[in-house]
């Protein structure tokens, strides 16, 4: 288990097994096909622990969020500042798209093959219809189904079926009931909370160590079932979506260092753990036991802060997706030769973000699905986004949720402005700290003449002492004289 543990902390060992994985698919694609499993299994695990501990997490950081000073001004900043940081990444992905004219420069050969992927997947949905909400549903039902995704009637329910959506919003209502009771009365189940928390906590801790196995199959299974074309052909669009969303990540970082007052290796150190979580699980939710220890314990922002902002940004705070639209949306216009006017430039940042939203509590493959969003507000075929998305959805799921994780983190620190520090001091982390200066006495020659001095008047005065009580011993051992004379009595007498 340790050296899983290791494996999963280092880079270089998670690189090395991506790379082992594509080289198994590559060299013997039916293997590697059936190397998705592994990312089946792991997804089961860490959703098994991952949907409760966000139920837990957001009922410690409601109640903890509560108590400290201004709540209702903080938590309007957490709303506020949260939908402006996704519209954020939207207007930044498409003024990059435009500036950097992603899927402009492809060749002839790229757009012919792309065009012939779009028309393909066109041609087998015209005759294809989806229903959104399964056969037994009637027209008169869809609209409430479409509130009931967001406050269902029943929490055991849509805790059974992992409705992040669902469970997220009754999170937040029993939290703030919950809160709202004098804790003489909730210390018990407090303390039940707790052992649940530290529990989940530990078991989504367990199952993060098999992360290299969760890499190696992923690559494998993506390399086995990906077409080179395809790569090559969307190589401009996962250029233009991982460059920006890595420096994206990287200014968020810078801004994370700024504000902690902790040194840059500090601060990497803290974060490492849940940054490769990000990178390499196909999971929102895997990597927040990691974030809320580093933000809190680690970096010392507030903890209940902390524990209210991760679990509901995993859901609901999308930036990774929203600069994902918006850098899709570009790129589709672009190879269909659509010059983007302000107006549709505007349109774009809006339909992202809406995407980005709509999208809450819904994997990733499902997610593609609402890039349609964008691209009917453009008049674009939607087609394009599951014929040419889908293919390459896997390998971009990495940086949507490291931009996502790096964001709420952003949100973190901007709210918990004016609060204590947290932070809690380790081994690892005091070993870090500058050593404390040693203490120096500088002497003269003057003064060290006259310690000399006293120190020789010191001794002498000892020796002097010594001499005296030795002498006064040895008088009181000797013999007393007899009496003679007149005073001398018969007792006297030596006889």
């Known amino acids: 288990m340790g050296f899983l543990k290791r494996l999963s902390n280092s880079p270089l060992a998670l690189l090395l097994c991506v790379t082992g994985g594509a080289v198994l698919g590559w060299l013997a694609p039916v293997v590697g ?13 860490v959703n098994m622990a991952a949907l409760p501990l966000l139920v837990v997490a ?41 500036l950097a004219g992603t899927g402009q420069d492809l060749s002839a050969a790229s757009r012919g093959y792309l065009g012939a992927l779009v028309q393909n997947a066109g041609g087998d949905a015209a005759n ?83 992360i290299p196995v969760l890499a190696f199959g992923m690559a494998a299974y993506f390399v086995a079932k990906t077409d080179a074309r395809t790569l090559h052909a969307m190589g401009s669009f996962l250029g233009s979506f991982y460059l920006f969303a890595f420096l994206l990540s990287g200014l968020a970082i810078v801004l994370i260092w700024k504000k902690s007052g902790l040194s840059p290796a500090s601060v990497l150190s803290a ?60 790129f589709v216009a672009n190879i269909y030769g659509r010059t983007i006017t302000p107006q549709e430039f505007l349109l774009i940042c809006a339909g992202a973000s809406m995407a980005a939203f709509a999208s809450a509590g819904n994997n990733s493959l499902a997610a593609v699905g609402f890039a349609g969003v964008v691209l009917s507000i453009l008049n674009l075929p939607i087609e394009a986004a599951l014929a040419l998305f889908l293919a390459i959805d896997l390998v971009c799921e990495g940086p949507r949720n490291l931009l996502t994780l790096l964001f709420a983190c952003v949100l973190i620190v901007l709210v918990s402005r004016g ?43 000892i020796t002097i002492a010594g001499i005296g009580v030795g002498m006064r011993k040895t008088g009181a051992g000797l013999p007393q004289p007899y009496a003679t004379g007149p005073m001398a009595t018969a007792g006297n007498s030596p006889v």
């Open 33 to 45: 096909g059936e190397a998705f499993i592994l990312g089946q299994i792991y997804l089961a695990l």
């Open 58 to 98: 957001t009922f410690f950081g409601l109640r903890q969020t509560l108590a400290l000073p201004q709540p209702g001004k903080r938590a309007l900043m957490i709303v506020g500042l949260a939908g402006g940081l996704v519209v954020l990444c939207a207007v930044l992905g498409a003024m990059f798209g435009v």
């Open 128 to 210: 294809a219809e989806i229903s959104l909400y399964g056969a037994g549903f009637s027209d008169a039902a869809r609209a409430p189904d479409l509130w009931m995704a967001a406050v269902p009637d029943n929490f055991f329910r849509v805790l059974a079926e992992g409705q992040s959506l669902a469970i997220l919003m009754c999170a937040i209502l029993f939290g703030l009931a919950f809160a709202a009771l004098l804790r003489p009365q909730t210390n018990a189940l407090m303390g039940i909370f707790e052992a649940i928390y530290r529990a989940l906590e530990l078991i989504i801790s367990r199952v993060n160590v098999f």
């Open 271 to 330: 974060l490492k753990a849940p940054v490769l979580i990000s990178l390499t699980s196909a999971s929102t939710t895997a990597s927040i036991p990691d974030t809320i220890e580093a933000m809190s314990s680690r970096l010392g922002f507030s903890r209940g802060i902390v524990e209210l902002v991760i679990p509901v940004a995993s859901v609901f705070m999308r930036s990774g997706a929203a600069l994902y639209f918006a850098l899709l949306a570009v």
């Open 419 to 461: 609060l204590p520090s947290e932070r809690v001091e380790t081994a690892a982390s005091s070993s870090n700290l500058r050593g404390l200066e040693p203490i120096r006495f500088v002497f003269s020659r003057a003064s060290v003449a006259m310690a000399l001095a006293c120190v020789l008047l010191a001794a002498l005065l």
